[in-house]
Nanobody, 123 residues
Framework: QVQLVESGGGLVQAGGSPRISCAASGGTFSGYTVGWFRQAPGKREFVAAVRRAGGVTDYADSVKGRFIISRDNAKNTVYLQMNSLKPDDTAVYYC?????????????????WGQGTQVTVSS
């Protein structure tokens, strides 16, 4: 069983470029595809995901070209570099993991979740 802990959120000005992290423990991290989701008031939405070996990624259209997901399996950590932030990016950001190599975008496709980290973008 994998435990996930997010960190690095906070208050950021519009246009800023913070990086948030997701540290994993308790499992063979390299065997999991990891995704980032976010939730403003309302439904949780897919942001990005990276395949277990790290070579393949996918992004929501709303963040494509601005966010970069990466992973360091030696450190059991996945990162989300967020660039050119907008107030609409304000949300609680969650990382999630699923066994296997497929990148899927549904909330129900992921088995393990972190507690989330708040990112607030001020205009």
């Amino acid at each position: 069983q994998v435990q996930l802990v997010e960190s690095g959120g906070g208050l950021v000005q519009a246009g800023g470029s913070p990086r948030i992290s997701c540290a994993a423990s308790g499992g063979t991290f390299s065997g999991y595809t990891v995704g980032w989701f976010r939730q403003a008031p309302g439904k949780r939405e897919f942001v990005a995901a990276v395949r277990r070996a790290g070579g393949v990624t996918d992004y929501a259209d709303s963040v494509k070209g601005r966010f970069i997901i990466s992973r360091d399996n030696a450190k059991n950590t996945v990162y989300l570099q967020m660039n050119s932030l907008k107030p609409d990016d304000t949300a609680v950001y969650y990382c999630a993991a699923r066994p296997g190599y497929r990148i899927l975008m549904g909330e129900s496709d992921y088995d393990y979740w972190g507690q989330g980290t708040q990112v607030t973008v001020s205009s």
